[in-house]
Nanobody, 124 residues
């Protein structure tokens, strides 16, 4: 499944962006979906996830209270609403999918479908 992420861009600190990610083919209704990000020179890190089938939501501590992840199964899309953005949020953001769920959902190695990434740049 090819995932397609969009919505990145340049924003000032304190601003907002909404990222979207959807597949080009089959539905993702049986998948857990996640967002990761990777800043220059750093490892890819977990941001947020929506668990299948419970739709439980998980966030990294660094984005709790600022970011909101959601999924729309009818549109086969997962969203990441990012508010109160800070320069340290600057990164390439990736969406990822896997069937069912993994206990270590924060581990990028647990996902076998990835989007191409969308760049988010937050200026101070």
């Amino acid at each position: 499944v090819q995932l397609q992420a969009s919505g990145g861009g340049l924003v000032q600190a304190g601003g907002s962006l909404r990222l979207s990610c959807g597949p080009s083919g089959r539905t993702l209704s049986g998948d857990s979906l996640a967002w990761f990000r990777q800043a220059p020179g750093k490892e890819r890190e977990f941001v947020a996830a929506v668990r299948y089938p419970t739709n439980s939501i998980y966030y990294a501590d660094s984005v709790k209270g600022r970011f909101t992840v959601s999924r729309d199964n009818s549109k086969k899309t997962v969203y990441l609403q990012m508010n109160s953005l800070q320069p340290e949020d600057t990164a390439v953001y990736y969406c990822a999918a896997r069937l069912n769920w993994a206990i270590d959902y924060y581990n990028p190695g647990q996902y076998n479908n990835w989007g191409q990434g969308t760049l988010v740049t937050v200026s101070s």
